[in-house]
């Protein structure tokens, strides 16, 4: 009984070390994830959300895709190869922001690969100076006729895009995060993304 009661003060001393060291430095913690969610938003806040959400239907119904809704995307990727203040973390986030930031990357390029020509070419830009990327049916002819492939690109661009609108749900849900879940990242981040329907990409 007195090992029980001794192991039980042990507890609680460890559980109150913990407790009071974290609120030591708990202002100094949520002062960098306060940081880091600015530097996040302020990402976020380059793209056209309706305009990313819409990148598979542009792909595959209008076929017709502004380039507006891309420049982000380039913006970001050239800041990660620089490697810019506004992509670096410093929070208890940092490690999942950015990963999930270089995943959004990564996945664009995978976009990328199929929105270009000879399969997609540039239209003239509009009165913003913005051009629009055009598919081209023409790339698949093989003499008078159209090939089958243009269909199978279609549907591949089109996956590549809801990938891609995945990757930027899941950045823009770290942000979601209340202080207390991004301190146990490891419990909550996958919770976040089950619970959003991220989990599966």
Not at 185 to 190: A, E, H, T
């Amino acid at each position: 009984m007195t090992d029980w009661i001794q192991r039980s003060k042990d507890a609680f001393f460890v559980v109150g070390s913990v407790a009071g060291l974290l609120a030591f430095l708990r202002p100094a913690i949520e002062s960098k994830y306060q940081k880091d969610l600015e530097r996040a938003n302020a990402l976020l806040a380059k793209f056209d959300e309706n305009g990313v959400m819409s990148l598979d239907s542009c792909a595959y119904n209008s076929r017709r895709i502004p380039e507006v809704f891309l420049l982000p995307f380039n913006e970001v990727k050239h800041k990660i190869s620089e490697n810019r203040q506004e992509v670096r973390f410093i929070g208890p986030l940092k490690r999942h922001l950015r990963a999930e930031l270089e995943a959004m990357v990564k996945a664009y390029d995978s976009y990328r690969y199929f929105i270009q020509v000879p399969e997609w070419e540039t239209r003239d830009p509009d009165s913003n100076g913005h051009y629009e990327w055009l598919f081209n049916k023409d790339a698949f002819r093989e003499g008078t006729k159209i090939s089958d492939d243009y269909a199978k690109h279609l549907e591949a661009a089109t996956e590549a895009a809801e990938r891609l609108k995945k990757r930027f749900q899941r950045f823009q849900a770290l942000t979601e995060l209340h202080f207390f879940e991004a301190i146990a990242s490891k419990l909550f981040v996958p919770r976040k993304m089950i619970s959003a329907g991220l989990d599966e990409i």
